[in-house]
């Protein structure tokens, strides 16, 4: 046999070199895995996304029009607006930052009123009106306070509650779902108070119609639970864990969306509402606009009543959900049970949702409250009483 050392100088075929990578799979697989991550932590970083996927509302709006505007605190370029009469709502994707247009109204503008300005709810009065890069947001002006000026009843009915036991019922949760609202508005009596949520595609209209059958309103604001964000109250909300800037001007959104409303009132809120240094902003602001509180008494070691208390803001706390058990047999017993602190008391107060049960059976107590000797009152007509006791 022929080997290397037998075989013919010269005569050895030369082998091929075969081509080789410099690297190997997994070697691959691995970089390309790191610079994904590289790309995504990049993103994570430094990626500005401010409206955090909240939705953003955008209505035509000339401050210049404004009666009492300052000149030169206005800015000369504006945002576009929509056209006029029409009111949308955009929603921003939070992933992948996409704009999406929501017609809301197209209410053609009121006679009188320039094309220019945003539709003002009737009966609001314009020095009780700030603006905020949100749009208008209440505010105490000349002596005058939101909480008074909006109060519904008259002088004879305080005069009344005055020397009369009294019954505040307040209907939480209003504003989204147009059935439920315009069924409390429309079937319950005048004196029943409405809370609205800030949510809802045009919470203003629903609002203004509420105002105009007499009723009087409040601003429900969203305020971190224990469970959150696995119990999330909405867009805006008011966090434990975020700075005083921050939270006021989350608080600046929610009082945009609607005017005439006496009051806040709390939506959710078991961690917000016992954190002092998260309330303290919230109630100043109470207090420098002349707003009233109403704590919906779920959250027991709420500091919501303490600190109204020493910022002069008027307050009160519910004392009942009547409609906790939401049958017939237990809504009335609730009712009864107010009705007898009220006797021991002076006033009470029950909170409500609008289930069709709720509105059926508070409407048919309220029917035959007086009767008892006792007034179904506003909110606000409890807390003139509480003050002047």
């Known amino acids: 046999m022929t080997d290397d050392l037998s075989a013919p100088l010269g005569q050895t075929t030369p082998r091929k070199r075969r081509f080789r990578l410099p690297f190997t799979a997994p070697q691959a697989i691995v970089t390309v895995c790191g610079l994904f991550l590289l790309m995504f932590l990049g993103f994570a970083l430094f990626g500005r996304d401010p409206t955090g996927g909240e939705p953003v509302v955008v209505a035509k709006f000339d401050p210049a029009k404004l009666p009492g505007a300052n000149q030169s605190s206005i800015p000369s370029a504006a945002p576009p607006a929509a056209p006029s009469g029409q009111r949308t709502v955009t929603i921003i994707d939070g992933s992948n930052g996409e704009r999406r247009e929501m017609k809301v109204g197209d209410d053609e503008t009121p006679a009188g009123l320039d094309a220019g300005a945003p539709a003002m709810m009737s009966g609001i009065n314009q020095r009780l009106l700030e603006n905020s890069r949100y749009g208008m947001v209440p505010t105490a002006a000349d002596g005058l306070k939101p909480w008074r000026v909006y109060a519904s009843g008259t002088d004879l009915q305080r005069a009344r509650a005055a020397t009369m036991p009294t019954i505040s019922i307040v209907i939480g949760g209003l504003g989204v779902g147009a059935a439920k609202t315009n069924d409390a508005i429309v079937k319950l009596p005048a004196a029943v108070t409405l809370a609205f949520t800030p949510y809802g595609s045009d919470p203003g209209t629903l609002v ?182």
């Open 208 to 389: 203004e119609r509420a105002r105009a059958r007499k009723h009087e309103v409040l601003l429900q604001l969203p305020m971190e639970p224990y469970d959150y964000p696995d119990n999330d109250p909405g867009p805006q909300t008011l966090l434990a864990t975020a700075g005083p800037e921050q939270n006021v001007d989350r608080l600046m959104w929610l009082m945009s969306r609607f005017q005439g409303y006496v009051g806040f009132t709390n939506f959710m809120g078991s961690r917000f509402l016992v954190t002092d240094s998260a309330m303290q902003p919230i109630i100043q602001q109470a207090a420098k606009r002349g707003l009233a509180w109403l704590d919906d008494g779920s959250v027991p070691r709420s500091l919501a009543g303490q600190l109204a208390g020493a910022q002069g803001v008027p307050a009160a706390t519910a004392d009942a959900v009547v409609d906790r058990v939401p049958t017939s047999a237990e809504i009335d017993k609730s009712l009864m049970e107010l009705e007898t602190l009220a006797r021991e008391r002076g006033s009470a107060v029950g909170m409500a949702s609008a289930l069709p049960i709720s509105i059926e059976r508070i409407g048919t107590w309220a029917q035959r409250l007086e009767k008892r000797g006792i007034l179904l009152v506003p909110l606000t007509t409890i807390l003139m009483k509480s003050k002047s006791s």
